[in-house]
């Protein structure tokens, strides 16, 4: 079991720039959520999708954010423009509601800085 | 007022004491809560889960659950200088895994001296 893979591990951009943070969840996990965490607010829930499909967005900051689950094996969270204040470290988390596993398991996170 | 609170800290212990970690939380209707460490620099690890009112135990950690006070706790016994991190307290809102929304204190700081 290979984990949640997340990629870049850091990136560093400039102001107005898109990026693009990757997740491979668990084989076999139905569950996918992406966070965000910074010192000052802890760890946020930005979106999370259930068998591909978004179910909750509520937590996405602004129209800037956008996430997207194509398969099951792949989920992108884009950043167009991305703005100094969109420094933090991005987690995603998968989980397996059907197995009966408790709590999720994290990525290695993605550390984003915008300058 | 937040969902999930937590104490900052940080906690400093000796090498060898109890740790208590607290969380409170504000939805009465939370059925699941967890316990998450983190190391500086990485990614939050599940240590514990607790479902129902009273204690869990496992190894050196106990898990404290009071839904009519809707506190949850976590002791952490003989604790070691290696057991130093963020602790998270982590509350799944709704019944069961329905809503699968997973919401998280800022975490304690703890610290263990030797």
């Known amino acids: 079991d290979a984990g949640v893979i997340q990629s870049p591990r850091h990136e560093v951009t400039e102001m107005g720039q898109e990026v693009t943070l990757r997740c491979k969840p668990i084989?076999?996990?139905?569950?996918l959520f992406w966070y965000r965490q910074t010192m000052m607010r802890g760890l946020e829930l930005l979106i999370y999708f259930n068998n591909n499909v978004p179910i909750d967005d509520s937590g996405m900051p602004e129209d800037r954010f956008s996430a997207k689950m194509p398969n099951a094996s792949f989920s992108t969270l884009k950043i167009q423009p991305s703005e100094p204040r969109d420094s933090a470290v991005y987690f995603c988390a998968s989980r397996s509601f059907r197995q009966g596993k408790d709590g999720y398991t994290f990525g290695s996170g993605t550390r984003l800085t915008v300058v | 007022q937040k969902e999930v609170e937590q104490n900052s800290g940080p906690l400093s212990v000796p090498e060898g004491a109890i740790a208590s970690l607290n969380c409170t939380y504000s939805d009465r209707v939370s059925q699941s809560f967890f316990w998450y460490r983190q190391y500086s620099g990485k990614s939050p690890e599940l240590i514990m889960s607790?479902?129902?009112?009273g204690d869990k135990e496992d190894g050196r950690f106990t898990a404290q659950l009071n839904k009519a006070s809707q506190y949850v706790s976590l002791l952490i016994r003989d604790s070691q200088p290696s057991d130093s991190a963020t602790y998270l307290c982590a509350v799944n809102k709704g019944y069961g895994g329905a809503t699968n929304k997973l919401i998280f204190g800022t975490g304690t700081l703890l610290a263990v001296q030797p």
């Open positions: 607790i479902y129902s009112n």
């Open positions: 084989s076999g996990h139905d569950y």
